[in-house]
Each structure stands twice: as structure tokens, then as C-alpha cells.
């Protein structure tokens, strides 16, 4: 699988990912995972997906970058993604071939990023069951996912989102917009 | 879809938003006026790549007409509040978590990503569901040594972690409305370790006369909650009853007082930040040390949060007193607290720290440890060589 991937001078280079040969894996998580174990602060002068994924979770998880293959599923427990606003995070998670984050909850900033670059984050009401390494799939249409052959229902994601995910992200979505309508105007 | 009143961009997350921003296909800036560009978490740059990633955000800020600080002002959120960037009721966003500090002049201020920073850039507006707010009531006198460092501190490990997600939180209470700037900003600072989006001190004389000193033609207005206003959640703390507080390894939730980790080793304390790099802080801390040294066997590193609140601390004598104690000083910028400049810690070794946050990994080494605490902690224990209550230093 190829993806092409912006580069900060914006030449476009093209990457392979790592092929998965079966069936997408979970990657399980605890509570709480913040963004410098998503993505060390020493690493945030890189700016190119597939550069961010051979750092994600480093020191904390190592195993990580050097064998998730395209198409795995991270999952996390409460607050998944707190602390900083570093879009670094959920890139190096896109870069790796992660298209899904499954959690009980999200912190803010790291779920609008998510949103914005195309990983969608998806909550459930408890991922206590899913097991690291077990197969998962997540099924947007029926709006679940499955992890070792049980289904799990996936909370709505919420109509303004959905529009902004399905368009494949927020640079997409802008892409359609001349301009916007805001409510109200500004203070000064 | 909002409308935003103020961006601001910074050394780590400022280049992802502009190329993202020309990926939109955005060629001008909604307003230039409104977009705050400065340096801080790599200054002066420490790698090839900062100083390209630096020249990268000049040559947009030149093109674009952009003010650009670049590193000269210090850490973002002192330097967008001291130049007069954000006021009572305007909506200003930052690529950068902590933005919710400006929510200490009354502005609704909230942290985003370069994605979102580039759409706001193009469009002068950005999409933001309205967060309910969590109300935080305050009364009584601090004790000596004790301040907002610790009354935070306590906030965030009442609330904890994620207990303020998408919500703001909004401070008042007779201690809030007796809080100088200073101490207002250590508040609204740490509202994102609530999982908050913004922090907020509605405006009184305090909050207009600092905004009337930092922005030309001022005219206060009345921005109380409604008096019949639905909170998401209520809760009350007492200033009086407080000791001081330390988060300890590795969440900034895990709130202890310092009693309960006083004697810890430490190796390194960092004095600085956005959360506690004022004059304030320094000179609690410089009070606290006296003419006293710091212990040989830690590393002290004082950082103001300015070039202004440098200033203040060079000319009363605060800056020659750390140094004569045995402290590195450094030029204003984000230090230890970014994890990626310097001031790292090697595995083992333990840090404390005024600033922010305590991940796992955040100062260096995924195996150091990362304590948070005020200033005048921070000069006791730099003082004694373990972590130490103020009062007992």
C-alpha cells in the first residue's frame, strides 16, 4: 500500500507502508494516555506523517512503531490523547496506517485534530474488553466495532463531525468553502 | 461557525499550520492584525531542523505581514497578553494547549490544532461547539507560602484529569477577586489539565486597568455570568485551608500535599513557564531563598516567562541573586518544559518543576520523574536539595 504523504517543503514523496498480511490488530491502551507519549516533544520539528510514526509512543511503548501494520486499531481508555494541542500526535498515528482510534472518551483538542486530519476517533461506552492483539473491525456503516468476534456499538459521531470526516478532513472540507458563516461578528 | 477575534502561532506547531493553511489553498491571512507569530519553544533554535522550521513561519510572516515577535518577547501566552492580543470577550485561539490563559483578561481562549489554526487563519472564524461551564467558587485568605500554584494544583486534582472535558471553567470567589494578574493567569493556565476548554476570571477593575495598560482605548464593560446562569457543576474550595501542593509522577491530577512527598531527592528544579515564570513567582522564589544558595547537588534553571518580566526581575535584583545562588539563568522561552530544548533529565533522575505538566517523558527521559509545584516550593527544595515545604525552608 502507497500513500502520499506532504512533505514541509510540499514536494509530495510517496512512502509504503508496512502491508498487513491478516487481519487489522487492536492496540490496546490504558486511561489517560497523553500526547508526549503519543508523540515525544523532541520529535515535533518533523512535520511528515510516516517520519512522526517510527517515533509514536516511543519510551513509553516501543513496540509500537516498530510493528503496527496499516489498518491496526489503536484503542484507549478515558481521556485518551490529553494534554497538548501538538497535531503531531494524531498524525504519527495516521502515518503508521492507523485510520481509527476507539476510546471511552477523548480529550479535546486531540479528538478535534483527529477530526480535522482524517483518524477518526470513535467512543464506545467501555473498551475494558478488548483485549491487546486481538482482531478488530470497525464497521461504520452498522456503527460498530468488533473486536475478537463480539460487536460493540459505536456512539454517533455528531452530524457536523461526520461531514467534516467524510469529506476526509478539514483541509478537504475547506476546500469546498469560499467562505464561512459565522454567528455573529467579532468583538473589536 | 465563530468568529475569532485573535490566532496565534508558534515555533512547533506554527509550520504545520501554514502549510496546512496553503493545502486549503489559502493565499492571505483573514487579517494580519489579528495573527500573534512568535518563537519560544526552541529558542534560540537548537537543531537544523528548529531553525528551518523558524525561517519557514519568517518568510510567511514577512509575506504575509504578519507581526512577527520571533524570539525576542519570550513564551507565548505572557507575550500575547502583554502586547494587549486578547480582551474581555473576545474569542482568540492558539496552536497551543495552554491558550486558555488568556481566559485571565476575560477572553474566551482555547488551545487548537495546526488543522483547525490553518482554518482560522483562511477564514477569520473556526467551528466550536459552546462548553458548559464548570464554576469553581473560591473564599478565604491563602497562608503564607501558599498561592495559586497551589490552589490549582488542588482544583486539578479535585476536578481531575478529564472532569472539565469540553466545559470552561470559570473562577470567582473573594480569593479570585483579591488575585492579582499574575496569579490569574497560573489559574486559567492550568484549566486544559482539567481537560478544559477554556478558563475564564470574569472581568473586574483588575482585569480592565491591566488591559487598559497593554491596548489603547479601553472601554470596560459588564461580563458577569447571568445571575440566574445553569452550571454544568459547582464547587467550592477554601484558599485558608490549603497547604501547599505538589502534583506528583506522572499526572498532574495526582495532587498530594507537599507533606506527603517532602524529603523526595531531586536533581533538577526548573523555575519558569507560563504557569510561574513571572516577576511574582521569581520574587516569592527569590524571598524564599534569601541570601541563601541553592544546593550544589541540583541543577536550578530560572526562566522568566518575558523579556518584560525579565526586566522587572533584572532591575530589582532577582536575576543577580539566583545567579550568586547558584542558578542558571536563561533568555525567556519555554525551556525544560517542552522536553526538546534542553534542561533534560536522564533516566532516574527527578525533577521539579513550575510549569504545567508531569507526563511521563515530558522533561526527557521516559524514566525521570516530574514533580509540580509553585515557585516558593520550588526555591525550598532547590534550597534544601529534596523536595521541601516553604514554610519550612
Known amino acids: 500500500m502507497t500513500e502520499q504523504i506532504e512533505r514541509p517543503d510540499r514536494t509530495v514523496r510517496t512512502v509504503t507502508l508496512p502491508e498487513s498480511s491478516g487481519a487489522p490488530r487492536a492496540w490496546k491502551f490504558g486511561d489517560d494516555i497523553d500526547t508526549d507519549a503519543i508523540i515525544p516533544g523532541r520529535f515535533l520539528t518533523i512535520n511528515d506523517p510516516a517520519e512522526l510514526a517510527k517515533h509514536a509512543f516511543e519510551g513509553t511503548r516501543d513496540e509500537f512503531a516498530q510493528s503496527v501494520l496499516s489498518g491496526d486499531v489503536v484503542v484507549g481508555g478515558r481521556n485518551f490523547g490529553m494534554g497538548s494541542s501538538r497535531e503531531h500526535a494524531p498524525l504519527a498515528l495516521k502515518g503508521a496506517g492507523v485510520r481509527y482510534v476507539v476510546a471511552e472518551s477523548f480529550a479535546r483538542i486531540f479528538y ?50 461526520k461531514r467534516i470526516a ?23 | ?137 473560591v473564599t478565604g485568605t491563602f497562608l503564607e507560602r501558599v498561592g495559586p500554584k497551589d490552589l490549582i494544583l488542588s482544583i486539578v486534582g479535585d476536578v481531575g484529569a478529564d472532569g472539565a472535558t469540553y466545559q470552561a471553567v470559570e473562577f470567582g470567589g473573594e480569593t479570585i477577586s483579591s488575585m492579582g494578574m499574575a496569579g490569574r493567569m497560573t489559574l486559567c493556565n492550568m484549566a486544559i489539565e482539567m481537560g478544559a476548554k477554556a478558563g475564564i476570571v470574569p472581568p473586574d477593575a483588575t482585569t480592565w486597568e491591566y488591559v487598559a495598560s497593554r491596548r489603547a482605548s479601553v472601554v470596560p464593560f459588564d461580563l458577569a455570568s447571568d445571575p440566574d446562569a445553569a452550571f454544568a457543576g459547582t464547587r467550592s474550595y477554601d484558599a485558608a485551608a490549603l497547604e501547599p501542593q505538589v502534583a506528583a509522577p506522572h499526572n498532574v491530577d495526582n495532587v498530594v500535599p507537599v507533606s506527603k512527598v517532602a ?62 545562588a547558584g542558578a542558571l539563568v536563561e533568555a525567556p522561552c519555554c525551556g525544560p518544559c517542552m522536553g526538546g530544548a534542553f534542561g533534560l533529565l536522564a533516566p532516574g533522575e527527578v525533577s521539579l518543576s513550575t510549569s504545567n505538566r508531569n507526563f511521563r517523558g515530558r522533561q526527557g527521559s521516559t524514566e525521570g520523574l516530574v514533580y509540580l509545584a509553585s515557585a516558593a516550593t520550588a526555591a525550598a527544595t532547590a534550597i534544601a536539595g529534596e523536595i521541601t515545604d516553604p514554610r519550612e525552608a
Open chain 2, 263 to 324: 524529603g523526595t531527592h531531586v536533581d533538577q528544579v526548573f523555575i519558569g513557564s507560563c504557569t510561574n515564570g513571572r516577576y511574582e513567582d521569581l520574587a516569592e522564589a527569590a524571598e524564599v531563598l534569601g541570601d541563601r544558595s541553592f544546593a550544589e547537588s541540583v541543577r536550578v534553571i530560572v526562566i522568566p516567562a518575558s523579556r518584560e518580566e525579565y526586566l522587572k526581575a533584572l532591575r530589582a535584583g532577582l536575576i543577580e541573586r539566583f545567579v550568586e
Open chain 2, 1 to 137: 461557525m465563530a468568529p475569532i477575534d485573535a490566532a496565534m502561532i508558534h515555533d512547533i506547531t506554527g509550520p504545520l499550520a501554514i502549510r496546512t493553511f496553503s493545502e486549503m489553498g489559502g493565499e492571505r491571512v483573514f487579517d494580519p492584525d489579528r495573527v500573534v507569530m512568535l518563537f519560544d519553544h526552541q529558542v534560540p533554535a537548537d537543531s537544523i531542523a528548529a531553525a528551518e522550521n523558524q525561517a519557514f513561519m519568517r518568510r510567511f510572516a514577512a509575506g504575509q505581514g504578519i507581526r512577527n515577535y520571533d524570539l525576542r518577547e519570550g513564551v507565548c501566552h505572557q507575550v500575547v497578553l502583554e502586547k494587549g492580543r486578547a480582551a474581555p470577550g473576545e474569542i482568540v485561539v492558539g496552536s497551543d494547549s495552554h491558550t486558555c490563559m488568556y481566559g485571565a483578561v476575560g477572553a474566551f481562549a482555547t488551545g487548537i490544532g495546526s488543522t483547525d489554526m490553518a482554518f482560522a487563519l483562511r477564514f477569520g472564524a473556526l467551528y466550536f461547539r459552546v462548553p458548559e461551564t464548570l464554576r469553581a467558587t
Open chain 1, 166 to 188: 467524510d469529506a476526509g478532513g478539514l483541509v478537504e472540507y475547506a476546500r469546498t468553502l469560499e467562505e464561512v458563516e459565522t454567528c455573529g461578528t467579532t468583538s473589536r
Open chain 1, 112 to 161: 478535534r485534530n483527529a477530526i480535522n486530519v482524517g483518524l477518526l476517533p470513535l467512543t464506545t461506552a467501555s473498551t475494558e474488553a478488548f483485549e491487546d492483539g486481538a482482531e478488530i473491525h470497525v464497521d461504520l456503516g452498522a456503527n460498530s466495532v468488533s473486536v475478537g468476534g463480539t460487536a460493540y456499538p459505536l456512539d454517533p459521531v455528531p452530524d457536523f463531525l
